[in-house]
């Protein structure tokens, strides 16, 4: 995915020519276009606050690891119910045990792409967080 230099980071281009709106195809959203821009920066705040690990479990499987305990918890329920009633292909799973919560976020085959949004997303977050020169 590639963004074009007059767009906002919510309206960017696949690889394969189609409008995205921040992971998600355009067609496929049925979120209002203004409120596209507040969903991804609820993503970004939620990474920004709690992220601290992700892994690609699967092709289509992303695994994500937050701290924070129930209140992060209902956070990410609330937050990935509102994203699945929107685009539903998305399945997510959040998981919790003491103060450690688990999203794992499902999509089909034809929605990869999707998922690579999400975890650049979140590597960008906690890349972002890095001190200068680690993990070099």
């Known amino acids: 995915m590639t963004t074009r230099g007059t767009e906002s980071a919510a309206e960017q ?5 189609e409008t995205l709106t ?5 067609e ?3 979120l209002p276009s203004g409120d596209r821009p507040m969903r991804l920066a609820e993503f970004e705040g939620l990474f920004a606050a709690s992220l601290y690990g992700l892994s690609r ?4 499987l992303l695994r ?6 129930a209140d992060v918890a209902s956070r990410a ?13 998305f399945d997510f799973t959040v998981t919790r045990r ?4 688990t999203v794992d976020v499902r999509v089909p085959p034809d929605k990869r792409g999707v998922l690579d949004g999400v975890a650049a997303q979140a590597a960008a ?9 680690a993990g070099r």
């Open 77 to 89: 329920r609330e937050l990935t119910a509102r994203e699945a009633e929107c685009c539903g292909f």
């Open 57 to 60: 479990e699967e092709p289509g």
């Open 98 to 101: 003491g103060q450690r919560v």
């Open 13 to 17: 281009v696949g690889t394969d020519g």
């Open 64 to 69: 994500l690891r937050l701290h924070g305990g």
């Open 28 to 30: 496929t959203c049925t």
């Open 125 to 133: 977050v906690l890349a972002a967080r890095r001190p200068e020169g």
């Open 22 to 26: 921040g992971w998600v195809p355009a």
